[in-house]
T-cell receptor, first 116, second 111 residues
Framework: GAVVSQHPSWVICKSGTSVKIECRSL??????MFWYRQFPKQSLMLMAT?????????EQGVEKDKFLINHASLTLSTLTVTSAHPEDSSFYIC????????????FGPGTRLTVT | RKEVEQDPGPFNVPEGATVAFNCTYS??????FFWYRQDCRKEPKLLMS???SGNEDGRFTAQLNRASQYISLLIRDSKLSDSATYLC????????????FGKGTRLSVIA
């Protein structure tokens, strides 16, 4: 299957700092990537749709000024959590689609963020 | 009504058992349907796509009923390694659009 990587796999930061998470499609070009968040024992919730070369589309309730998304190339999307707070602690996962089979999406391994 | 609904379980079954999971979705515009598997603290991994005609992959069989907006997954001859959370997933609309996830059904296969 297609390979999607994320970096870092886990990060601990202090409240008020910013954290950048990278999502890369390693063996295909992804014009669209998706960012999800998952709290413990909850389902994955879509945060935003990241389109290469254009502004991201955010889901209702997701602050675009807090969660900055950049999709500068066909293989890289970044999510920056600005001024992180403990309630932002979560599992952040990206996905990219349309690689081998249209409409299927492949997920990165996720980034576990802990804000202290 | 939630977009994708699943019985959260847990389903605790002995090795070798057959177990079935069900899922309903609310958006009739959804065109693509999947079952993903998620292990604890890991990312979801695609188990199989679900087609209208039904499809089988080894011990796993998926069915789709568009009229009832209902998806199922059947696992035969359960293995210990099948223990995981199974996520029912649909896309929001046609094309390469975001996926909507159910909360998942937890399966524990017991020796």
């Amino acid at each position: 299957g297609a390979v999607v990587s994320q970096h870092p796999s886990w990060v601990i930061c202090k409240s008020g700092t910013s954290v950048k998470i990278e999502c890369r499609s390693l063996d295909f070009q992804a014009t669209t990537m998706f960012w999800y968040r998952q709290f413990p024992k909850q389902s994955l919730m879509l945060m935003a749709t990241s389109n290469e070369g254009s502004k991201a589309t955010y889901e209702q309730g997701v602050e675009k000024d807090k969660f900055l998304i950049n999709h500068a190339s066909l293989t890289l999307s970044t999510l920056t959590v600005t001024s992180a707070h403990p309630e932002d602690s979560s599992f952040y996962i990206c996905s990219a689609g349309g690689a081998l089979k249209y409409l299927e999406q492949y997920f990165g391994p996720g980034t576990r963020l802990t804000v202290t | 009504r939630k977009e994708v609904e699943q019985d959260p379980g847990p389903f605790n079954v002995p090795e070798g058992a057959t177990v079935a999971f069900n899922c309903t979705y609310s958006n009739s515009a959804s065109q693509s349907f999947f079952w993903y598997r998620q292990d604890c603290r890991k990312e979801p991994k695609l188990l199989m796509s679900v087609y209208s005609s039904g499809n089988e992959d080894g011990r796993f069989t998926a069915q789709l009923n568009r009229a009832s907006q209902y998806i199922s997954l059947l696992i035969r001859d359960s293995k210990l390694s099948d223990s995981a959370t199974y996520l029912c997933v649909v896309n929001r609309n046609s094309g390469n659009t975001p996926l909507v996830f159910g909360k998942g059904t937890r399966l524990s296969v017991i020796a």
